[in-house]
Structures are given as structure tokens and as C-alpha cells.
């Protein structure tokens, strides 16, 4: 019988919580069960394995990145543009939660049904925000690749403490984004 008060739901939510702390790579059954004052063997009575745990917590990750960038593109105003909220959305989630974020980087499989929803999902704030700039069709697909691999090499980066520079770290990332920004602009009044 299950520990009382443990779920699927509290099991994965704690094993997230840890993943920001150890990494997502880091992660191990035996931390968690620690963590839960439970036996491993417990574990699995609300998991399959250490994998479909990985899984679950990516598409946790995956739907909780897209909601913060949903969130922040109705909040959006102030001078801001919707693509700089939408990078901002990006990165402060990628900072609160390294493990979670690092769970987000690996694609869904053709038969992963619910990663592949979660991710469908997060990609529509950042279509919305590309078509709105003009971009469209194969343009669109180009476009939205780009933007992740520019936010998430950058994230990469400053989680890793690679940016020893003196200059501005904010104020770097600002910049990236503008640049972007300005690129897609020149890139949607060319057709």
C-alpha cells in the first residue's frame, strides 16, 4: 500500500524540486526516496523507473516553461516587446529551475504522446509572437529553432558561469534579444 499522502503527483513534484537542486542528470531513486523518508522499492508503487520518472518531470518542465511564457505575454507591456517578454520568460525560468530546464532540451518521441502535447503547447506563444512579426509557414519553423538555440545557448552559458566579462550580463541578454528581434524584422519585410 502507498505511503500515506504520497501520489504520483507528489512523488514526480518532489523528484522536480530535487532535480533543480542535483541536476537533471543527477537525479537518482535512492536521493528521492531519501528525500520522501521512503524505501526505494516504495517509489515504485507511483513510478515505473528512474526513466519514466525523467519523463514525467520533463513534461512537467515542458508545460511549465510554455505557461510562463503564455503568462508573461498577457503581461506584457511597458515599453517591453512581446519576444523580449516571451526571452525573459525563458531565461527566468531556465535560472529558477536549471534541473526542470535541463529536462526541457530533449525532443519528444514520435510515440511520446504527452511530451510531444506539452511541447506543442509551449511552442504556440512563441508562433504566436513570431507570426505576429510577419514570419509564416517553413519561415516560422527557422525562425522559432533560432530563438531557442539563442536563448538556450545563452542560458547554458550563464548557468554555467561562462560569462566572466566585466560588462553587463542583463544587459547582454537585452541586446542578444534585440538583435534577434531586429534580424526577424529585416527577415519578415523580405518575404
Given amino acids: 500500500m502507498p505511503r500515506a499522502g504520497l501520489t504520483t503527483a507528489s512523488v514526480v513534484r518532489e523528484a522536480a524540486d530535487l532535480t533543480d537542486e542535483v541536476g537533471y542528470d543527477g537525479l537518482t531513486l535512492t536521493m528521492l526516496a531519501a528525500r520522501l523518508h521512503v524505501a526505494v522499492p516504495s517509489l515504485y508503487k507511483h513510478i515505473g523507473s528512474l526513466g519514466d520518472l525523467r519523463r514525467s518531470i520533463a513534461v512537467a518542465a515542458v508545460d511549465e516553461l510554455g505557461t510562463a511564457m503564455r503568462d ?3 503581461d506584457a507591456g511597458g515599453g517591453t516587446s512581446r519576444l523580449q517578454s516571451l526571452a525573459g520568460a525563458f531565461r527566468d525560468y531556465a535560472r529558477a529551475h536549471p534541473g526542470r ?75 542578444m534579444v534585440q538583435d534577434f528581434e531586429a534580424g526577424l524584422a529585416v527577415r519578415a519585410d523580405r518575404g
Avoid: I
Fill in 72 to 74: 508573461a505575454l498577457r
Fill in 101 to 175: 530546464y535541463a529536462a526541457t532540451v530533449r525532443a519528444a518521441s514520435p510515440e511520446d504522446l504527452k511530451l510531444q502535447a506539452a511541447s506543442d503547447r509551449t511552442l504556440e506563444p512563441v508562433f504566436a509572437v513570431l507570426e505576429a512579426g510577419g514570419l509564416h509557414g517553413d519561415g516560422l519553423v527557422h525562425a522559432a529553432r533560432g530563438l531557442r538555440s539563442a536563448l538556450h545557448g545563452f542560458v547554458t552559458l550563464e548557468g554555467a558561469g561562462d560569462f566572466g566579462l566585466p560588462q553587463d550580463v542583463d544587459r547582454s541578454f537585452e541586446r
